[in-house]
């Protein structure tokens, strides 16, 4: 089970809150690739992972663009280098062993998400709080 730690959070309250489901999805896959649950719920949860990530990038390219943060076309950039290969994991489980590419997908998720948020998503909510200091 992965646990949400506070220092996850970038002092965003509407990001942090989508950055916990993302957490809360990548546990639901966890105990469906543990569980004796046919593999179609394995697939099930990754659509949903996958689908909620592009929902969430979404959403935070366009807190960016609002706020017309700088550093949003090399944001974008990574979410869809993301994107892509997120897919392209998630092909693979369609072939080959699928249970195996479960893994290596919640792996790769949950490693580029932890070091995403802290590092560049951490980069535009400083500046979003910048903006708003000034502006208050
Ligand atoms: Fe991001
Ligand atoms: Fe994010």
């Given at each position: 089970?992965?646990?949400?730690?506070?220092?996850?959070?970038?002092?965003?309250?509407?990001?942090?809150a989508q950055?916990l489901i993302l957490?809360a999805l990548?546990?639901?896959?966890?105990?469906?690739?543990?569980?004796?649950?046919?593999?179609?719920?394995?697939?099930?949860?990754?659509?949903?992972?996958?689908?909620y990530?592009?929902?969430?990038?979404?959403?935070?390219?366009?807190?960016?663009?609002?706020?017309?943060?700088?550093?949003?076309?090399?944001?974008?950039?990574?979410?869809?280098?993301?994107?892509?290969?997120?897919?392209?994991?998630?092909?693979?489980?369609?072939?080959?062993?699928?249970?195996?590419?479960?893994?290596?997908?919640?792996?790769?998720?949950?490693?580029?998400?932890?070091?995403?948020?802290?590092?560049?998503?951490?980069?535009?909510?400083?500046?979003?709080?910048?903006?708003?200091?000034?502006?208050?």
């Amino acid at each position: 089970m992965l646990a949400w730690e506070d220092g996850y959070k970038i002092n965003h309250d509407d990001m942090d809150a989508q950055h916990l489901i993302l957490f809360a999805l990548l546990n639901q896959l966890d105990i469906n690739i543990n569980s004796d649950l046919a593999e179609e719920c394995v697939t099930d949860v990754m659509g949903a992972l996958e689908a909620y990530i592009d929902y969430h990038f979404a959403h935070e390219e366009a807190l960016m663009q609002s706020y017309g943060y700088p550093g949003l076309e090399g944001h974008t950039a990574l979410h869809k280098e993301f994107s892509r290969e997120v897919a392209r994991l998630r092909e693979a489980a369609k072939d080959g062993d699928m249970l195996k590419a479960a893994l290596k997908l919640r792996g790769f998720v949950l490693e580029w998400l932890l070091g995403h948020i802290l590092e560049v998503d951490a980069e535009y909510s400083r500046f979003i709080a910048g903006k708003k200091t000034k502006s208050a």
